[in-house]
């Protein structure tokens, strides 16, 4: 079951999206303490690409591979 949207269709979105050639390298989740919040979210994100980072300010990047590089959503 998704974690944040109902889809509302059998058949998600990125299951049905043209190959446009980007594919999500990481997303960095940074939070003052990311420990427990990974800890907390364990269960949410089962995904390698998923890294957590303590940091002073909640922030998240998504590092993504395409066809003209690295790009980095902040």
Same mark, same amino acid.
């Given at each position: 079951?998704?974690?944040? *949207? ?20 990481? $997303? *960095? *989740? =940074?939070?003052?303490?990311? $420990? =427990? $919040?990974?800890?907390? $979210? ?15 300010q909640p922030a998240l990047h998504a590092e993504f591979e395409t066809p003209h590089g690295v790009r980095t959503l902040?």
């Open positions: 079951h998704p974690a944040l *949207i109902q889809w509302g269709s059998p058949v998600l979105p990125g299951d049905s999206l043209a190959a446009s050639g980007c594919r999500l390298n990481r $997303l *960095i *989740i =940074t939070h003052p303490d990311a $420990l =427990t $919040l990974a800890q907390v $979210l364990a269960n949410v994100f089962n995904d390698d690409r998923v890294v957590f980072e303590r940091g002073a902040e």
